[in-house]
């Protein structure tokens, strides 16, 4: 059951490394998002950042794990993703959650290029948009 939404605005934080099965070759690997998360008055309510964590002003908090995920429709953007709650931490908004759903990407997609030895070890952070649904077992 749809308990809430929040308009997430921040980046995705990406490193460039050696590639697993061929360390002569380097891409962007994703660390982690850093966001501010807005309720529908565009008040802050919270941030997001690495876990995935969601985080409220009132001290809640969900960890999720991806179940699946499929392309935005926005080739430059993240992909639109599925995740079960895993963790919670305090009482509030956040504390009953069981699925969030990332929707409505844009940005936040690390380019191809620009990753190679010279620049191993750096951090990109990419601009990004996205809608979180909450959702709660029926009760």
Known sequence: MPLFL????GVQIYECRAKKDNP???????????ADLFDAKGNKI???????????????L??????ASVPSKDMGAVPWLLLAAK????????SEV??????????GKAS??????TNLGEKLRVPYIAVYYFYVSKR
């Open 62 to 67: 969900v960890v999720g794990s991806v179940r």
């Open 24 to 34: 002569t070759q380097f891409e962007w690997v994703f660390i982690a998002p850093e």
């Open 98 to 107: 069981t699925y969030i759903q990332r929707l409505e990407t844009t940005g």
């Open 46 to 60: 919270g941030r997001h950042y690495s876990g995935p964590t969601w985080e409220s002003n009132d001290g809640s």
């Open 112 to 117: 191809a290029g620009g990753c190679s030895q």
């Open 6 to 9: 929040v308009k997430a605005r």
């Open 87 to 94: 963790y919670h931490e305090g009482n509030g908004v956040f």
